[in-house]
């Protein structure tokens, strides 16, 4: 192997430049030459494509967003489209190539591996809903810039008397509202995995307020949806004033943490390493901080990965 490229697809996350530079910086430590290209599946189709050295990757190891940019691809998922991708892979001398993206660009990186050329996932996604990995990259980030807004929006809470949604990202996946709602101290956490009783919630709001509690805070995943009648419910239940919040996109930037750059660079580095070992079609993710890989299939059919023993406990420690 002598030429690897690295892109980054779907949705962006924080960490996802720590883990281009590690796949950089590796690359050349094992003598190779590497290729950045820019915009995803977008970019690999119209040949948007440069070399990368050592200062490519300079002074980003702390920043957002991903600097080979991302995109989505419609023509990627045709195969006419991927043929294109091959012939650019082809021209620019690419021998293995690094996907850093979720799932479906993971399906993308299964399909160049089918046409010829080894590829590796690195788990980049804010939402944590890769099922074989226990954290995806940018996770922990978003968790931590949701505790900061709980931190805010408790301030005003408890100077009105009111209770709070705080509606945060996910998609399918309830991790970021489990894990900041238990180290937010949140009084309820409502997330797609668990069947929710919206009379459970408001009695605990009724009780927190009778014992004295100045604010509560309620974190709700996306996937559930219907944020404002679920706020609007409360109120009529509680009587009391109800305000939600929706996260957004804050959700998917900033600086990311020490722990989401660690894993980066672990992944990105170790599927540098395995596509000079000659490996192909494989996920790279985390488990018990170790780095582990599994085929693209197993990556996709692992389920259940919901920590109902977390949502236990946080549901005993709000009570
Ligand atoms: P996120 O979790 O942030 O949404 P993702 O990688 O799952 O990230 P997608 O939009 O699902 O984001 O996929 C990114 C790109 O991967 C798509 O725009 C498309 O080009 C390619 N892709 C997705 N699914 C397939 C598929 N089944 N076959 C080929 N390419 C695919």
Do not use: W
């Amino acid at each position: 192997m002598k030429t690897i490229g690295v892109l980054t697809s779907g949705g962006d996350s924080p960490g996802m430049n720590a883990a281009i530079r590690a796949v950089v910086r590796s690359s050349i430590y094992h003598g190779c030459k590497v290729i950045g290209v820019k915009q995803g599946y977008h970019g690999l189709i119209n040949g948007f494509m440069d070399e990368m050295n050592l200062s490519s990757v300079a002074d980003i190891i702390h920043r957002g967003g991903t600097i080979l940019q991302t995109a989505r691809s419609e023509a990627f998922m045709t195969e006419e489209g991927r043929k294109k991708a091959l012939y650019a892979l082809q021209i620019f001398g690419i021998d293995g190539l690094v996907v850093i993206g979720g799932d479906g660009s993971f399906k993308g990186a299964q399909k160049l591996t089918e046409l010829g050329i080894p590829t590796m996932g690195v788990p980049g996604t804010i939402d944590n809903d890769l099922r074989y990995t226990e954290y995806t990259i940018g996770f922990d980030t978003a968790v931590n810039t949701v505790l900061d807004a709980i931190g805010r929006i408790r301030d005003t809470s408890a100077s009105h008397g009111r209770a709070n949604i705080i509606e945060v990202m996910g998609r399918h996946c309830g991790d970021i509202a489990l894990y900041a709602g238990l180290a937010g101290g949140a009084e309820s956490i409502i997330v797609p995995e668990i069947q929710f009783d919206i009379d459970n919630v408001c009695s605990k709001l009724i009780k927190g307020r009778n014992r004295g509690k100045l604010h509560s805070i309620i974190l709700l995943a996306e996937g559930v949806g219907g944020a404002l009648d679920i706020g609007k419910e409360i109120e009529e239940k509680t009587g009391m004033e109800t305000r939600v919040t929706i996260l957004g996109h804050i959700q998917r930037g900033g600086s990311p943490t020490s722990f989401d750059r660690i894993i980066a660079s672990k992944m990105g580095a170790r599927a540098v390493e395995l596509l000079l070992e000659g490996k192909k079609n494989r996920a790279l993710g985390i488990k018990g901080l170790e780095t582990i890989d599994v085929d693209f299939e197993e990556a996709f059919n692992t389920t259940n990965k919901f920590d109902e023993d977390t949502y236990r406990l946080a549901n005993i420690l709000s009570i």
